[in-house]
């Protein structure tokens, strides 16, 4: 059996200001590509299908697109919601798909009926469980439910699986072992999933945590997403996870580079060097771009400057002796007794972690003199 594991499409997101969607159509595109090369008999879709719960009607679109596009091929899709999105609206109509092929999780209702294929080797059996949060779960059960770990347990007890078979789930949790960059997840706390719960499948589709990666062996497998969602990501590898079972116990996974129609990199150098035309002339400057400036004084209008030569910037920042040396500044009642532009002066060297020039002492004197009509003692 062979499958294609995809997760965390996040359909409709947008980096800081700018909007992915024509990133995300032409990376899907690609993957459409590379799952007819690779004919496989699934394709796994783990969560976060769209990045928020009621999608743009330009996301809904693209998602359609991509559906389409899969129901055309001879080959089942298995899709679960995420906790981004709202499973009831991506659920909406999924009893009529899945006769052609696109399976969609229903809304957690306490049971999880498996959906089996067969192969040369017999039967494989693909469990669908949805992002779940304890309340939802707890309804269903008579055990006590207190945390993810639990509400999962008691989810995965209730499928009664046979172990004879070839046990495929899909699922969107955080499970425990884990490196995460870009969910908003309690690392080590009450959203850990102990992935011993999952021993009875052969192999754990996962979605949620954007870095692709193994948890205890290639057995259970976070794909990742398909593009670079956030800047913790820059560096990341993104690609598609092929997944070959064969008969019981033997399983094989290979990776596929993605390519982005636009990468995402961080520049860090000063203001001068990054807008020296010798250096942007080599690069690919439709890039989204991340500026990191390490001028000590902040520019005037440097992000108006940078959008002209990096159209998709993404973020400008300091990175500093201010930046890297935040303190807290107190106040001092001896401080009354000195002058403003001392005052001002050490309060700038407080916040900045360097003192003035002679240039912004002399500015600073003549705003004093304009206020209060002579510089005082």
Not at 73 to 99: C, Q, V, W, Y
Not at 216 to 224: M, N, T
């Amino acid at each position: 059996m062979k499958m294609i594991h995809l997760s965390d499409l996040h359909i409709g997101k947008r980096l800081c200001d700018c909007s992915l969607i024509e990133d995300q159509e032409f990376i899907l595109n690609s993957i459409i590509e590379i799952i007819k090369n690779e004919s496989p008999d699934a394709v796994i879709i783990a969560g976060d299908v769209y990045d928020k719960p009621v999608p743009t009607a330009e996301a809904i679109r693209l998602l359609d697109n991509f559906i389409v596009s899969l129901s055309q091929m001879k080959l089942h899709t298995f899709i679960i919601s995420g906790n981004h999105d709202s499973p009831e609206r991506l659920s909406f109509g999924s009893r009529i798909m899945s006769a052609g092929g696109i399976h969609i999780s229903s809304v957690y209702n306490g049971e999880t009926h498996p959906i089996t294929l067969y192969d040369d080797h017999g039967e494989v059996n693909f469990y669908l469980l949805p992002f779940i949060k304890p309340p939802l779960v707890r309804r269903f059960f008579d055990t006590e439910i207190t945390d993810y770990n639990s509400a999962v347990h008691a989810a995965v007890d209730k499928m009664n699986v046979d172990i004879s078979k070839r046990n495929v789930i899909v699922t969107h949790q955080f499970v425990t072992g884990s490196i995460c960059d870009s969910e908003e997840i309690s690392v080590g706390g009450t959203e850990n999933v102990d992935s011993e719960i999952f021993d009875m499948f052969d192999y754990i589709a996962l979605g949620h945590i954007h870095r692709p990666q193994n948890i205890s062996g290639k057995r259970i497998r976070y794909c990742g997403t398909p593009l670079k969602y956030s800047i913790s990501e820059i560096g990341q590898n993104k690609s598609v996870t092929v997944v070959e079972l064969q008969e019981k116990g033997e399983l094989s996974v290979k990776t596929i580079p993605l390519e982005p129609m636009r990468e995402l990199w961080e520049y860090k150098m000063t203001f001068a060097e990054l807008t020296d035309k010798n250096f942007y002339d080599t690069i690919n400057t439709n890039d989204y771009v991340v500026a990191t400036l390490t001028d000590e004084i902040d520019i005037p209008d440097a992000v108006k400057t940078l959008q002209k030569i990096f159209p998709n910037l993404v973020k400008m920042r300091y990175d500093n002796s201010r930046t890297n040396n935040i303190s807290v500044i107190h106040a001092e009642n001896s401080n009354e007794k000195l002058p403003p532009e001392v005052l001002f002066e050490k309060f700038y060297e407080k916040q900045n972690n360097h003192s003035m020039t002679n240039e912004q002492k002399e500015f600073i004197n003549k705003i004093v003199q304009e206020i209060w009509g002579e510089i005082l003692p």
